[in-house]
């Protein structure tokens, strides 16, 4: 009697577990579906878009302009490798080759980038397309594209500042680093596994370093932009330039900080990124200013917050890196994957339609409200990093390693 009694318990206990796994399945199922029929709408925009103008360097979808336009930019834009990543995610996803071959056609676009040494944004142009193009296919060619992309990059690495440079040309005065730098050192890692020279994992490590001393303030939030003296390294200044003030905590930089010290963590397994992406997580999750949906205003400082618009793309980015954080941390690993399941379920609320807005999956980011340049409108790599987190859910429920190298 007590037997069966234990029996049903344990039958109802299972049962409901696996109803709540097979919940989590079929979100990303029906996120997918959505994200293949908007896409497949977004490639006949992107079409159109290139039929209108004279101008062949227009390769790759970043936004809706100011006119509701579909803005498609060159392959020098920093935002040029997320649309090829969002096709690799769909083909890492479906397995349909359509999505292959559309993903092989628009990362060629971009390859001539490899060369760039004008843009501390190739980790973000390179390793979302060609590094999830080789991840997914192994094929040599890809690689020689990453290698070269690394090498590109790491001329931007000054050894007195310990620090790549992020604006400006190589060799002018002042010397900038942006804490969306960080997320362009994963590009460094893979080309040192790949070509088996350190040299790209030393300046990965000691960009690391050095904005850990110098971008993040008492209470774990960071500045967006350190200016240093290029020949002391000395800082000169600590600013904003997409935040709302010098002293404020952008939103999406505390995200691009979260990704880029879990992503070190990964790298190099060196405790002090684990530390300090999980003060970072901290300052998110526990922040007074976090709407309850968790999709953040686009600055967690900016006042009268009712009227300020939300930024998706640090929700979507905070997700997909807090799924990974969750798998490192002891003390809070369940409270981050809880979190990240929590923003990926509320980003449903910021899908547009099927067949609207141009094809993009998410509406509300802001790009720079201080520029007044693409406030609350959908933006590319909100797309690329909601379709990592989905992506990266699954493989979490297919007890497969969160991130797949
Ligand atoms: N890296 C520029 C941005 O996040 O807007």
Same mark, same amino acid.
């Given at each position: 009697?007590?037997?069966?009694?234990?029996?049903?318990?344990?039958? #109802?206990?299972?049962?409901?577990?696996?109803?709540?796994?097979?919940?989590?399945?079929?979100?990303?199922?029906?996120?997918?579906?959505?994200?293949?029929?908007?896409?497949?709408?977004?490639?006949?925009?992107?079409?159109?878009?290139?039929?209108?103008?004279?101008?062949?360097?227009?390769?790759?979808?970043?936004?809706?302009?100011?006119?509701?336009?579909?803005?498609?930019?060159?392959?020098?834009?920093?935002?040029?490798?997320?649309?090829?990543?969002?096709?690799?995610?769909?083909?890492?996803?479906?397995?349909?080759?359509?999505?292959?071959?559309?993903?092989?056609?628009?990362?060629?676009?971009?390859?001539?980038?490899?060369?760039?040494?004008?843009?501390?944004?190739?980790?973000?142009?390179?390793?979302?397309?060609?590094?999830?193009?080789?991840?997914?296919?192994?094929?040599?060619?890809?690689?020689?594209? #990453?290698?070269?992309?690394?090498?590109?990059?790491?001329?931007?690495?000054?050894?007195?500042?310990?620090?790549?440079?992020?604006?400006?040309? #190589?060799?002018?005065?002042?010397?900038?680093?942006?804490?969306?730098?960080?997320?362009?050192?994963?590009?460094?890692?893979?080309?040192?596994?790949?070509?088996?020279?350190?040299?790209?994992?030393?300046?990965?490590?000691?960009?690391?370093?050095?904005?850990?001393?110098?971008?993040?303030?008492?209470? /774990?939030?960071? $500045?967006?932009?350190?200016?240093?003296?290029?020949?002391?390294?000395?800082?000169?200044?600590?600013?904003?330039?997409?935040? $709302?003030?010098?002293?404020?905590?952008?939103?999406?930089?505390?995200?691009?900080?979260?990704?880029?010290?879990?992503?070190?963590?990964?790298?190099?397994?060196?405790?002090?990124?684990?530390?300090?992406?999980?003060?970072?997580?901290?300052?998110?999750?526990?922040?007074?200013?976090?709407?309850?949906?968790? #999709?953040?205003?686009?600055?967690? /400082?900016?006042?009268?917050?009712?009227?300020?618009?939300?930024?998706?793309?640090?929700?979507?980015?905070?997700?997909?890196?807090?799924?990974?954080?969750?798998?490192?941390?002891?003390?809070?690993?369940?409270?981050?994957?809880?979190?990240?399941?929590?923003?990926?379920?509320?980003?449903?609320?910021?899908?547009? /339609?099927?067949?609207?807005?141009?094809?993009?999956?998410?509406?509300?980011?802001?790009?720079?409200?201080?520029?007044?340049?693409?406030?609350?409108?959908?933006?590319? $790599?909100?797309? $690329?990093?909601?379709?990592?987190?989905?992506?990266?859910?699954?493989?979490?429920?297919?007890?497969?390693?969160?991130?797949?190298?």
């Amino acid at each position: 009697m007590m037997l069966s009694k234990y029996k049903t318990i344990g039958f #109802i206990l299972i049962t409901g577990l696996s109803n709540f796994k097979a919940i989590a399945q079929t979100d990303v199922a029906s996120a997918f579906k959505f994200a293949t029929s908007q896409t497949d709408f977004m490639l006949t925009q992107v079409a159109q878009a290139k039929a209108q103008t004279t101008n062949a360097n227009l390769v790759v979808p970043r936004n809706i302009d100011k006119n509701g336009n579909l803005a498609i930019i060159p392959s020098k834009d920093w935002c040029s490798g997320f649309f090829p990543g969002e096709l690799w995610y769909l083909y890492e996803y479906t397995k349909d080759t359509k999505w292959l071959n559309e993903a092989k056609t628009y990362t060629a676009f971009i390859e001539q980038e490899k060369f760039n040494t004008g843009t501390h944004d190739l980790g973000f142009e390179i390793y979302c397309s060609f590094g999830n193009a080789y991840r997914l296919t192994h094929d040599a060619a890809y690689k020689d594209v #990453i290698i070269q992309g690394a090498r590109s990059l790491s001329k931007r690495f000054n050894p007195v500042v310990g620090a790549i440079r992020s604006w400006g040309n #190589i060799g002018t005065p002042k010397f900038t680093v942006i804490v969306d730098n960080m997320m362009n050192l994963e590009l460094l890692f893979e080309a040192t596994r790949l070509s088996g020279d350190s040299s790209f994992y030393k300046i990965a490590v000691t960009h690391a370093n050095t904005t850990i001393k110098n971008h993040f303030r008492a209470d /774990n939030s960071s $500045y967006h932009v350190v200016n240093y003296d290029q020949e002391t390294g000395k800082v000169i200044e600590k600013i904003t330039a997409q935040g $709302y003030a010098n002293e404020s905590a952008w939103a999406r930089g505390q995200a691009w900080g979260l990704y880029g010290y879990t992503m070190c963590y990964r790298e190099t397994k060196d405790k002090r990124y684990l530390e300090q992406a999980e003060k970072i997580a901290q300052f998110i999750i526990n922040n007074p200013e976090l709407p309850k949906d968790l #999709i953040p205003y686009w600055d967690y /400082n900016a006042p009268d917050k009712a009227t300020q618009p939300r930024d998706a793309s640090a929700g979507a980015v905070a997700a997909s890196a807090l799924y990974e954080l969750g798998t490192y941390s002891k003390a809070n690993g369940k409270l981050y994957t809880s979190t990240a399941n929590k923003i990926v379920d509320n980003l449903k609320a910021y899908r547009p /339609n099927i067949g609207e807005s141009k094809g993009f999956l998410l509406l509300h980011s802001t790009g720079s409200a201080p520029a007044h340049s693409e406030v609350d409108v959908p933006i590319i $790599y909100a797309d $690329y990093y909601y379709l990592e987190a989905l992506i990266r859910k699954q493989r979490l429920h297919d007890h497969q390693p969160v991130v797949k190298q």
